[in-house]
């Protein structure tokens, strides 16, 4: 497959993208496999894969059924050292950039960076962000969480992420947050940057929360809560691709 960067790119160019992400500590790797089969159908562009509480053996089961049986990328979400796997494509490389904790900001990716080297998986260096109500991954990530009505603060955070070098910069409410990121907030981040891909997620379960980040200036929306809720994967999927895809030829 193409190197996953220059493929993200390739289709930003005529449209947005929606990633499934998958959290391997919910279901079997089958089961895992299932949904993103699903996903795909609906039309998803890839799937990430990653909690903030998993294991290696998950992580690894899972990226390895999936190498064997899709074709759309792979992405790891690390919640952690131990969520690398050579299975998958590639690894949003993240720093947690409003952490309190310099583990989240820069110790874990110091651990990671030889584990990841090992893998040979392609590296996509991302500044992560995590807004109120930030949810289990705020409170792991012991972060000073972004209040909903300052929505310069994650502009100033994607700006300065883009002078560091970094091409992708996530802005997070927390796994099944209430709401999704204000949009607004995605506006003026997305301003702020020349180049960035700009991920946001977070809260997002249908069509008109997706339509709404994607026309607000995101590049990748991703929903992961919704697929572990509804029975009809593929249709929910469609649903929230649809309107995406609507976003970008408005
Ligand atoms: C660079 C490497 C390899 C590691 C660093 C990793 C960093 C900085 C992680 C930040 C902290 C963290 C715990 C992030 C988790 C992000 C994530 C995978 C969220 C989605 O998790 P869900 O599993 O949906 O949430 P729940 O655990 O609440 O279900
Ligand atoms: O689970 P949801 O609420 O879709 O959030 C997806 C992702 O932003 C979590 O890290
Ligand atoms: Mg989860």
Redesign the pocket.
């Known amino acids: 497959m193409e190197m996953v960067e220059e493929h993200i790119k390739g289709i930003l160019k005529n449209r947005k993208i929606h990633f499934t992400?998958i959290?391997p500590?919910e279901q079997t790797p089958q089961e895992a496999l299932n949904i993103a089969e699903e996903a795909i159908l609906g039309g998803t562009d890839g799937i990430m894969i990653?909690?903030?509480?998993v294991n290696n053996d998950e992580v690894d089961e899972t990226c390895k059924i999936l190498s064997e049986n899709i074709e759309v990328p792979i992405i790891l979400?690390?919640?952690?050292?131990n969520?690398?796997s050579k299975y998958a494509d590639a690894?949003f490389?993240?720093?947690?950039l409003n952490s309190t904790n310099p583990y989240?900001i820069y110790g874990?990716?110091a651990l990671?960076a030889p584990i990841?080297r090992q893998a040979g998986i392609e590296v996509l260096p991302m500044g992560?962000m995590v807004v109120q109500p930030g949810?289990?991954?705020g409170w792991?990530?012991d972060a000073k969480l972004v209040p909903r009505n300052k929505p310069k603060i994650p502009a100033a955070y994607a700006m300065s992420a883009e002078l560091l070098g970094m091409r992708f910069f996530y802005i997070e409410a927390g796994?099944?947050a209430d709401k999704p990121i204000p949009p607004e907030m995605v506006g003026y981040t997305k301003k702020a940057t020349e180049d960035m891909i700009i991920i946001v997620g977070g809260g997002i379960r249908d069509g008109e929360a997706a339509y709404t980040a994607a026309k607000a200036g995101g590049d990748i929306i991703v929903t992961?809560t919704i697929v572990e809720e509804t029975n009809d994967v593929r249709g929910k999927i469609e649903e929230i691709t649809s309107a995406i895809r609507k976003a970008s030829i408005e």
Do not use: E, K
């Open positions: 992400l959290d500590d990653g909690g903030s509480t979400f690390p919640g952690n050292i969520s690398v690894i490389f993240m720093s947690y989240w874990a990716q990671a990841v992560y949810g289990t991954v792991v990530g796994s099944g992961g």
